[in-house]
């Protein structure tokens, strides 16, 4: 997922690692060099990636997401939800 808005700043990646681990995502998220992009690669079955996405659609208390492009890749394998 790219999420774009103010994302940055804002305990974003934080609230994605602990909304990844109450919903059993696993995967990773970083901050874009724009300043104002998050990249997330998140892995799970389809219901908690159905909760990630709400989740991610609205962010943390002081974000403010304005879009969010979805990019189905390959399978990876990831032991846990990490902040890159």
Avoid: Y
Wanted: aromatic share 6%; hydrophobic share 45%; glycine share 8%.
């Amino acid at each position: 997922m790219i999420i774009t808005g103010k994302v940055q700043g804002v305990l974003f990646r934080q609230s994605a690692l602990q909304k990844a681990n109450e919903t059993g995502i696993v995967g990773t998220v970083r901050n874009l060099e724009d300043n104002h992009t998050v990249e997330i690669i998140a892995t799970g079955n389809d219901n908690e990636l159905a909760a990630f996405l709400n989740w991610c659609n609205e962010g943390s208390p002081k974000a403010d997401v304005t879009g969010m492009e979805i990019v189905e890749l390959a399978l990876q394998e990831f032991e846990n939800f990490s902040i890159l």
